[in-house]
């Protein structure tokens, strides 16, 4: 039978026994979908409790999903998941995810995803072309940056080969490191790179000849093209123009980028051939949102290094594979407080001074290299509070919880503008969650506090009632009502979209400007209108030819989040009282005041009622926050209602 | 050589293209039902750490080398838009169409189907019946379909 969507198999590396083999992709695929769905039921399979990320028994579990390859907006993504170094006070199973084109050579070589376990024994990297599958000696590029290993590996297997790989960070198994692609696709939070290093596996290049074929063609284009044109000048900003300003891209050699396949958007631009500020020479690298905060020319982030040296401070994190997003929104912001406390005051004996592009460079590498204070930063903050035993207060208002910093929750993060009441919507993503809920999880938080500049707040709460089921989902005056079933939404419309996968500055498609009322909508001959909230279930069906119904689309993303606590449950034993772990977090005075015109914090009685109620509706334990047998057997679950059975005793 | 009638042609504007690849999976799609840049008639060369990138499309020659070169006269000369495209059922494989294609050094104008055995090229979506699909879903514009008799040069 001709599978569509999928390709059908799963590569198995063993880097102990230097072993390949492959498995069944469509064992998985109807319940889990794929990407993080089916890595999810791979770790539950495989990855039991005690497992730290740098043994060798760790599953690096790489997975594309049906629509990785595919025409499909803004698909072109891979899940990293397995036990991660950066999760605190412990490791534990999470996900990571990047854009790129690395996932759909993957599928194009017939492959939907690798799960890598073991160590080899001295440094390798993987090569896979088609059916050929090697693991060849990694001793040249072995210390190289990511860069310059993307280079040795495409003069060695030709310039079309997509390369996954790490820099030194992840070989001196640095918590904040990066698996990169391309100059700045990278799977950033976990530190799936120090997983990598600790496997002594450099790089994964591929080449795929194959293609990813389509249930139902005709229909899948027409989706897409439809999908395509609502989205295009739906943008509050409208459409940025396709061409930047002459005078900066001469100067610049600035140019328009789309980072991952398939994707009709852009959010970032590719600066060529900038000449360096901290070194001579030129800078080339694609610079994403987070990494314009390099430059700093903002209120909390007071410096300003000039274009020039962001470009090179992005380039050379980038090279070294360093997390932009822990490092700018979680060790330089404690840094910066650090110093202006006279806590930490100088690395190494040179002043702490970001307005110095030199001094950022030194300290990057030092990180990355693991160099004097280098390598106690390198553990990243809540690992470095435990270490000097300085600063803890500090970190505690930058990390909400798990040893991620903040992110559009209205208090750590002081890029975002998040306000009371969305981040109580943010607070419910983050308090069940393993990680930052939201490389995935933009869809309320930012979503609104961008549309709200340019709807009013009557016509975004009729686009809530449509998508989260009550217009008080959306409205400021209920600010703890009706606030769980947004939450459980893009909880679940996460799992959506690292699942299928699809990129989450794109998705979900609920706001057009194209519509009077606001809410995205595409009408095609063969279907009639389709309201934004649907759009993900169409081009599944259309690519994967399953017919299932919306709902049970739906409830694949709710089987995979709640087996995601089943793992948390066994491996780690998560409990409703680590769950509460965020609250203090929330309690801080937040950054900005909304609506109300006055800084609001968390109440946490009204917030415990919350709490409740997400339980309920989750069909989790009160009590416990256990996934309760009959929810585990309704999502067909009974072999891991067994287990949790078994652990109750 | 005999001239044959001119074609249309799509043309890219190159500093525009942002290298998505959507007009390699709408051609792929839309023609073959499967995505992938090895079953598209139009290909983006990408260089991805020097940040280059852009669409090659067949230029559908005035003095095509793949229609005088093809022994068994497989491609023929579309009468409505001017493409010159194979045709898949007298195609042999034998490949000497893409050989011939000046153009074709990265094989991204002329390419094997290694499924049927057989070769491709843009037809220009005569065979859908609508204008150059790539065109259609390129997002930036960076795609436009000039007609045979608006075409000047060669």
Same mark, same amino acid.
């Given at each position: 039978?001709?599978?569509?969507?999928?390709?059908?198999?799963?590569?198995?590396?063993?880097?102990?026994?230097?072993?390949?083999?492959?498995?069944?992709?469509?064992?998985?695929?109807?319940?889990?979908?794929?990407?993080?769905?089916?890595?999810?039921?791979?770790?539950?399979?495989?990855?039991? *409790?005690?497992?730290?990320?740098?043994?060798?028994?760790?599953?690096?579990?790489?997975?594309?999903?049906?629509?990785?390859?595919?025409?499909?907006?803004?698909?072109?993504?891979?899940?990293?998941?397995?036990?991660?170094?950066?999760?605190? !006070?412990?490791?534990?199973?999470?996900?990571?995810?990047?854009?790129?084109?690395?996932?759909?050579?993957?599928?194009?070589?017939?492959?939907?995803?690798?799960?890598?376990?073991?160590?080899?024994?001295?440094?390798?990297? $993987?090569?896979?072309?088609?059916?050929?599958?090697?693991?060849?000696?990694?001793?040249?590029?072995?210390?190289?940056?990511?860069?310059? *290993?993307?280079?040795?590996?495409?003069?060695?297997? %030709?310039?079309?080969?997509?390369?996954?790989?790490?820099?030194?960070?992840?070989?001196?198994?640095?918590? $904040?490191?990066?698996?990169?692609?391309?100059?700045?696709?990278?799977?950033?939070?976990? %530190?799936?790179?120090?997983?990598?290093?600790?496997?002594?596996?450099?790089?994964?290049?591929? +080449?795929?000849?194959? *293609?990813?074929?389509?249930?139902?063609?005709?229909?899948?284009?027409?989706?897409?093209?439809?999908?395509?044109?609502?989205?295009?000048?739906?943008?509050?900003?409208?459409? !940025?123009?396709?061409?930047?300003?002459?005078?900066?891209?001469?100067?610049?050699?600035?140019?328009?980028?789309?980072?991952?396949?398939?994707?009709?958007?852009?959010?970032?631009?590719?600066?060529?051939?900038?000449?360096?500020?901290?070194?001579?020479?030129?800078? *080339?690298?694609?610079?994403?949102?987070?990494?314009?905060?390099?430059?700093?020319?903002?209120?909390?982030?007071?410096?300003?290094?000039?274009?020039?040296?962001?470009?090179?401070?992005?380039?050379?994190?980038? &090279?070294?594979?360093?997390?932009?997003?822990?490092?700018?929104?979680?060790?330089?912001?404690?840094?910066?407080?650090?110093?202006?406390?006279?806590?930490?005051?100088?690395?190494?004996?040179?002043?702490?001074?970001?307005?110095?592009?030199?001094?950022?460079?030194?300290?990057?590498?030092?990180?990355?290299?693991?160099?004097?204070?280098?390598?106690?930063?390198?553990?990243?903050?809540?690992?470095?509070?435990?270490?000097?035993?300085? %600063?803890?207060?500090?970190?505690?208002?930058?990390?909400?919880?798990?040893?991620?910093?903040?992110?559009?929750?209205?208090?750590?993060?002081?890029?975002?503008?998040?306000?009371? !009441?969305?981040?109580?919507?943010?607070?419910?993503?983050?308090?069940?969650?393993?990680?930052?809920?939201?490389?995935?999880?933009?869809?309320?938080?930012?979503?609104?506090?961008?549309?709200?500049?340019?709807?009013?707040?009557?016509?975004?709460? +009729?686009?809530?009632?449509?998508?989260?089921?009550?217009? &008080?989902?959306?409205?400021?005056?209920?600010?703890?009502?009706?606030?769980?079933? !947004?939450?459980?939404?893009?909880?679940?419309?996460?799992?959506?979209?690292?699942?299928?996968?699809?990129?989450?500055?794109?998705?979900?498609?609920?706001?057009?400007?194209?519509?009077?009322?606001?809410?995205?909508?595409?009408?095609?001959?063969?279907?009639?209108?389709?309201?934004? +909230?649907?759009?993900?279930?169409?081009?599944?069906?259309?690519?994967?030819?399953?017919? $299932?119904?919306?709902?049970?689309?739906?409830?694949?993303?709710?089987?995979?989040?709640?087996?995601?606590?089943?793992?948390?449950?066994?491996?780690?034993?998560?409990?409703?009282?680590?769950?509460?772990?965020?609250?203090?977090?929330?309690?801080?005075?937040?950054?900005?005041?909304?609506?109300?015109? &006055?800084?609001?914090?968390?109440?946490?009685? &009204?917030?415990?009622?919350?709490?409740?109620?997400?339980?309920?509706?989750?069909?989790?334990?009160?009590?416990?926050?256990?996934?309760?047998?009959?929810?585990?057997?309704? $999502?067909?679950?009974?072999?891991?209602?067994?287990?949790?059975?078994?652990?109750?005793? | 050589?005999?001239?044959?009638?001119?074609?249309?042609?799509?043309?890219?504007?190159?500093?525009? =293209?942002?290298?998505?690849?959507?007009?390699?999976?709408?051609?792929?799609?839309?023609?073959?039902?499967?995505?992938?840049?090895?079953?598209?008639?139009?290909?983006?060369?990408?260089?991805?750490?020097?940040?280059?990138?852009?669409?090659?499309?067949?230029?559908?020659?005035?003095?095509?080398?793949?229609? #005088?070169?093809?022994?068994?006269?497989?491609?023929?000369?579309?009468?409505?838009?001017?493409?010159?495209?194979?045709?898949?059922?007298? =195609?042999?494989?034998?490949?000497?169409?893409?050989?011939? =294609?000046? #153009?074709?050094?990265?094989?991204?104008?002329?390419?094997?189907?290694?499924?049927?055995?057989?070769?491709?090229?843009?037809?220009?979506?005569?065979?859908?019946?609508?204008?150059?699909?790539?065109?259609?879903?390129?997002?930036?514009?960076?795609?436009?379909?000039?007609?045979?008799?608006?075409?000047?040069?060669?």
């Amino acid at each position: 039978m001709t599978i569509h969507g999928w390709v059908g198999k799963i590569l198995r590396v063993d880097l102990t026994e230097e072993r390949v083999s492959t498995s069944d992709t469509m064992r998985f695929a109807e319940k889990y979908l794929g990407g993080r769905g089916i890595a999810a039921r791979i770790a539950w399979d495989e990855t039991g *409790t005690g497992v730290d990320a740098f043994d060798a028994d760790n599953r690096l579990i790489i997975m594309t999903g049906p629509l990785t390859g595919t025409l499909a907006p803004s698909s072109g993504r891979t899940a990293f998941c397995g036990v991660a170094p950066q999760a605190y !006070p412990k490791p534990w199973y999470t996900r990571s995810n990047m854009g790129g084109w690395f996932g759909s050579e993957l599928k194009y070589a017939g492959y939907d995803g690798i799960v890598i376990k073991g160590k080899a024994e001295k440094p390798v990297y $993987l090569s896979i072309r088609d059916g050929v599958v090697e693991l060849l000696e990694a001793r040249e590029i072995w210390g190289r940056d990511t860069f310059s *290993t993307q280079k040795y590996l495409m003069d060695r297997h %030709g310039g079309d080969v997509k390369v996954a790989c790490i820099g030194p960070s992840g070989e001196n198994l640095v918590r $904040l490191a990066v698996v990169q692609s391309e100059t700045e696709n990278a799977a950033g939070q976990g %530190g799936f790179g120090a997983v990598m290093g600790s496997k002594n596996l450099k790089a994964i290049v591929v +080449k795929g000849s194959g *293609t990813v074929k389509i249930a139902e063609p005709q229909d899948f284009l027409e989706l897409c093209l439809a999908i395509n044109r609502d989205f295009q000048g739906a943008s509050p900003q409208e459409r !940025p123009s396709a061409r930047p300003d002459a005078g900066i891209a001469q100067a610049y050699g600035l140019r328009g980028i789309a980072c991952s396949q398939s994707c009709p958007w852009r959010c970032g631009w590719m600066w060529r051939n900038v000449p360096g500020t901290a070194y001579p020479g030129i800078n *080339t690298t694609f610079m994403m949102c987070v990494a314009g905060l390099f430059r700093g020319s903002h209120s909390f982030y007071d410096w300003n290094v000039g274009q020039e040296a962001s470009v090179e401070l992005a380039a050379v994190s980038n &090279k070294l594979g360093l997390n932009h997003w822990s490092l700018l929104l979680g060790l330089v912001p404690w840094l910066k407080e650090c110093k202006a406390r006279g806590l930490i005051t100088e690395v190494d004996g040179e002043a702490i001074d970001f307005s110095n592009p030199d001094f950022w460079v030194r300290l990057m590498r030092k990180i990355s290299y693991r160099e004097g204070l280098g390598n106690i930063l390198a553990e990243d903050v809540p690992r470095i509070v435990d270490k000097l035993g300085k %600063g803890k207060d500090i970190a505690e208002k930058l990390y909400p919880a798990y040893g991620f910093p903040g992110h559009w929750d209205g208090h750590g993060d002081k890029a975002n503008p998040v306000f009371f !009441p969305l981040w109580v919507v943010s607070a419910l993503q983050w308090f069940t969650d393993t990680r930052d809920p939201f490389s995935s999880g933009h869809g309320y938080s930012q979503n609104l506090t961008r549309w709200s500049r340019v709807y009013s707040w009557e016509k975004l709460a +009729k686009i809530g009632e449509e998508v989260y089921g009550s217009t &008080k989902s959306v409205d400021p005056n209920y600010p703890y009502e009706y606030k769980v079933q !947004p939450a459980i939404g893009e909880q679940d419309e996460s799992v959506l979209k690292d699942s299928l996968p699809l990129c989450d500055q794109v998705w979900p498609r609920f706001y057009s400007t194209h519509t009077e009322d606001g809410y995205a909508r595409i009408t095609l001959p063969k279907h009639g209108t389709i309201g934004g +909230k649907s759009f993900e279930y169409h081009l599944y069906v259309a690519a994967t030819g399953l017919k $299932l119904p919306e709902e049970e689309f739906r409830r694949c993303a709710e089987r995979v989040f709640t087996l995601e606590r089943a793992i948390q449950v066994r491996n780690d034993g998560r409990t409703r009282e680590q769950d509460l772990a965020i609250i203090p977090y929330f309690e801080t005075e937040e950054n900005l005041p909304g609506p109300s015109e &006055k800084k609001e914090s968390l109440d946490r009685e &009204k917030f415990l009622r919350l709490v409740d109620e997400y339980y309920e509706l989750r069909g989790w334990d009160k009590t416990s926050g256990w996934p309760t047998r009959e929810k585990l057997m309704e $999502l067909g679950l009974a072999d891991v209602a067994e287990e949790l059975e078994k652990l109750k005793g | 050589m005999n001239a044959v009638p001119r074609s249309g042609v799509v043309i890219a504007d190159k500093s525009i =293209c942002h290298g998505c690849g959507i007009c390699e999976l709408a051609c792929s799609l839309s023609h073959k039902g499967a995505c992938g840049p090895a079953l598209s008639s139009i290909g983006v060369l990408r260089d991805p750490l020097a940040g280059d990138f852009f669409p090659e499309t067949c230029k559908q020659c005035q003095f095509p080398s793949c229609y #005088y070169t093809c022994p068994v006269e497989a491609i023929v000369i579309e009468p409505k838009t001017g493409a010159r495209v194979i045709d898949g059922e007298k =195609c042999k494989g034998c490949g000497a169409c893409a050989k011939a =294609c000046p #153009y074709n050094e990265l094989e991204t104008i002329i390419r094997r189907d290694s499924e049927r055995g057989i070769y491709f090229k843009c037809d220009l979506c005569t065979g859908l019946n609508r204008e150059p699909i790539c065109v259609e879903a390129c997002p930036w514009k960076a795609l436009s379909y000039v007609p045979a008799n608006e075409r000047r040069g060669k």
